[in-house]
């Protein structure tokens, strides 16, 4: 089975400080994901990766910025955190092979920023 | 803008029945479609995925596929309680696009 790990599953921080939010896949997998995930807005791309060190920004990167130094692992990094940044945050892989698009969640992490 | 729609619900069923969940796409080159379950609290749990048109099952769900009219479908048969929660669409493009385009979740409430 695919396992995707999150650093926290509960998180509370400060305005204007530096998180970090780290995702780990014991896959073998090429594709990673964040999201972002509100009431009423659905599952929003921030960012993913296709391959190590590279990254593409998704629909909403501003304020965000991701690090991806081995295939297993892809970080979010909130630089300042703000309040309108309070969210859940999920983490997702799939494989690259054509045909095999399926996206695997880790259990999320909800951020709180006070 | 491509777009993925659903009923957002909620859509109450009795125990026992067959819930129906549908999701209609705008891009026409769509190639690859997913159902994801979501309970409250909790991160997608990917159920089906289908690729070709027709009918996919799996246990008590099917999914359904029809590219000419731009909709798939997801069936319960003999509906549980635990079956109440968030379903998600999802549809991926044509080509080597690595995204997903996302539906907003239809919520299903099975009723004792």
């Known amino acids: 089975d695919v396992k995707v790990t999150q650093s926290s599953r509960y998180l509370v921080k400060r305005t204007g400080e530096k998180v970090f939010l780290e995702c780990v896949q014991d896959m073998d997998h090429e594709n990673m994901f964040w999201y972002r995930q509100d009431p009423g807005l659905g599952l929003r791309l921030i960012y993913f990766?296709?391959?190590?060190?590279?990254?593409e920004k998704g629909d909403i990167p501003e304020g965000y910025s991701v690090s991806r130094e081995k295939k297993e692992r892809f970080s979010l990094i909130l630089e300042s955190a703000s309040t309108n940044q309070t969210s859940m945050y999920l983490c997702a892989s799939s494989l690259r092979l054509a045909g095999d698009w399926e996206q695997f969640f880790g259990p999320g992490t909800r951020l709180t920023v006070l | 803008q491509k777009e993925v729609e659903q009923n957002s619900g909620p859509l109450s069923v009795p125990e026992g029945a067959i819930a129906s969940l549908n999701c209609t796409y705008s891009?026409?080159?769509?190639?690859?479609f997913f159902w994801y379950r979501q309970y409250s609290g909790k991160s997608p749990e990917l159920i089906m995925s289908i690729y070709s048109n027709g009918d996919k099952e799996d246990g008590r769900f099917t999914a359904q596929l029809n590219k000419a009219s731009q909709y798939v479908s997801l069936l319960i048969r003999d509906s549980q309680p635990s079956d109440s929660a968030t379903y998600l669409c999802?549809?991926?493009?044509?080509?080597?696009?690595?995204?997903?385009?996302w539906g907003l979740g239809t919520s299903l409430a099975v009723n004792p």
């Open positions: 999802a549809v991926k493009g044509a080509g080597n696009n690595r995204k997903l385009i």
């Open positions: 891009d026409r080159v769509s190639q690859s």
């Open positions: 990766s296709y391959d190590v060190k590279m990254k």
